[in-house]
Nanobody, 132 residues
Framework: QVQLKASGGGSVQSGGSLRLSCEVSGYVYNSYCMGWFREASGKEREGVAVFEDDGSTHLIDSVKGRFTVSQDNTKGTLYLQMDSLKPEDTAMYYC??????????????????????????WGQGTQVTVSS
């Protein structure tokens, strides 16, 4: 079973940078899709940056050009580089994994992320606070 541990959060001023890391144990290459989610106070958890089946990444519009997601498969570590941070980026950030295989069938990353509330594996979260 995959286990996730996120770190790297903190408090920065607007325009600053942070790099989040997610240590992944029990990971089997090409059996999970990985991504970063965030939950701001009073808001629903949202996907920020996720990997797609071909290894490309999908980021929400509000972070495009500022955030970069990457993965080191040899170390089993997921990263989120966050630059030009804004106060609206303040949230608890979670790394997450979704299995690609179920019942002997392989599903797409997009399909499985759509079911993340049922099947997602979550890290414990790391707080990011951006002050103006």
């Amino acid at each position: 079973q995959v286990q996730l541990k996120a770190s790297g959060g903190g408090s920065v001023q607007s325009g600053g940078s942070l790099r989040l890391s997610c240590e992944v144990s029990g990971y089997v290459y090409n059996s999970y899709c990985m991504g970063w989610f965030r939950e701001a106070s009073g808001k629903e958890r949202e996907g920020v940056a996720v990997f797609e089946d071909d290894g490309s990444t999908h980021l929400i519009d509000s972070v495009k050009g500022r955030f970069t997601v990457s993965q080191d498969n040899t170390k089993g570590t997921l990263y989120l580089q966050m630059d030009s941070l804004k106060p609206e980026d303040t949230a608890m950030y979670y790394c997450a994994a979704v299995p690609l295989y179920s019942g002997g069938r392989r599903f797409t990353c997009a399909n499985q992320f759509g079911r993340i509330h049922e099947i997602g594996i979550w890290g414990q979260g790391t707080q990011v606070t951006v002050s103006s």
